[in-house]
Nanobody, 115 residues
Framework: QPQLVESGGGLVQPGGSRRLSCVAS????????MGWYRQAPGKSRELVAS???????DYADSVKGRFTISRDNAKHTVYLQMNSLKAEDTAAYYC?????????WGQGTQVTVSS
């Protein structure tokens, strides 16, 4: 299992945008469907977007039309473009395979949507 390092989080105003990146330590990640997950305080972790090895995306209803997942296999990187952010998008965001590799969660990146 490759190491996964998320980045790009921060404080953003409602309606703003943010792009998250997830860099994997090896090219094996290119063979797997990957996902972005998030966990808000007091809530369980949820899958918000995923992308197949072939590049087909899928989204949770709560982010459909606002978030876009993509991948650059040459860079072993998965992105999450987040637009029209809402307060309820505040969470720690993680990437992992879909289904997730056990015990392979990274540190995540915190996104806080607040004015």
């Amino acid at each position: 299992q490759p190491q996964l390092v998320e980045s790009g989080g921060g404080l953003v105003q409602p309606g703003g945008s943010r792009r998250l990146s997830c860099v994997a330590s090896g090219s094996i990640v290119n063979l797997f469907a990957m996902g972005w997950y998030r966990q808000a305080p007091g809530k369980s972790r949820e899958l918000v977007a995923s992308i197949t090895a072939g590049g087909s995306p899928d989204y949770a209803d709560s982010v459909k039309g606002r978030f876009t997942i993509s991948r650059d296999n040459a860079k072993h990187t998965v992105y999450l473009q987040m637009n029209s952010l809402k307060a309820e998008d505040t969470a720690a965001y993680y990437c992992n395979a879909r289904p997730p590799w056990v015990n392979n969660w990274g540190q995540g990146t915190q996104v806080t949507v607040s004015s």
